[in-house]
């Protein structure tokens, strides 16, 4: 089975723009989780979708948003780009959603803002 | 306050040393799950193991073993006769209700040859 693939994999972007970031789940798999990995932070929890909803959100700011198509693929926005922006972010993908299920990461997208 | 906890910044030992990376957890719930998972350089974040709450049991697999503590919260990894592929970054990481993964702030591990 292929793994979670992430587009693009780098990206640079000015402050004041939008980035839409994409990623595809492993085949079968129907919960997407973001992520988000900074030197000072860490890895933080964005958000996961199932089935097309929003299950449930970290603490970002509305900015930050996504979405889940019919066939699982997600695509994650970020408005109004700010330096602090600048992180590799992951996308993770599981069979199903719950606490329970190991999560099966990309190679994640680092997106740069200057 | 941190829920998961990684004193260990950075640690560098010799080929062939054992080495055990520390995680401490802190959560109210009793059902919950703890991950590790390995970044090597190219940042793909893999799964390592996955331990439920309620099952107290140690696991090893090859070189790697896990001692999981629910009096102490604990969650320990142990690498025995490391090598140098072992260098990466370790996450500790807990699961609880809806809230996605909470990610410790990892370990640096470093395999001299």
């Known amino acids: 089975k292929a793994g979670v693939t992430q587009t693009p994999r780098y990206l640079i972007k000015t402050r004041g723009q939008q980035v839409t970031l994409s990623c595809s789940p492993i085949s079968g798999h129907r919960s997407v989780s973001w992520y988000q990995q900074t030197p000072g932070q860490g890895l933080q929890f964005l958000f996961e979708?199932?089935?097309?909803?929003?299950?449930n959100k970290g603490n970002f700011p509305g900015r930050f948003s996504g979405r889940q198509f019919s066939n699982s693929r997600s695509e994650m926005n970020v408005s109004t780009l700010e330096l602090g922006d600048s992180a590799l972010y992951l996308c993770?993908?599981?069979?199903?959603?719950?606490?329970?299920?190991?999560?099966?990461f990309g190679p994640g997208t680092r997106l740069t803002v200057t | 306050a941190q829920k998961v906890t990684q004193a260990q910044t950075e640690i560098s030992v010799v080929e062939k040393e054992d080495v055990t990376l520390d995680c401490v957890y802190e959560?109210?719930?009793?059902?919950?799950?703890l991950f590790w998972y390995k970044q090597p350089p190219s940042g793909e974040l893999v799964f390592l193991i996955r331990r439920n709450s309620f099952d107290e049991q140690n696991e090893i697999s090859g070189r790697y073993s896990w001692n999981f503590q629910k009096s102490t919260s604990s969650f320990n990894f142990t690498i025995t006769a490391s090598q140098v592929v072992d260098s990466a970054v370790y996450f500790c990481?807990?699961?609880?209700?809806?809230?996605?993964?909470?990610f410790g702030k990892g370990t640096h591990l470093i395999i001299q040859p």
């Open positions: 990481a807990l699961s609880e209700g809806a809230d996605g993964l909470t």
């Open positions: 959560t109210r719930d009793t059902t919950y799950y």
């Open positions: 993770a993908s599981s069979p199903t959603s719950g606490e329970s299920y190991e999560q099966y």
């Open positions: 979708y199932f089935s097309e909803t929003q299950r």
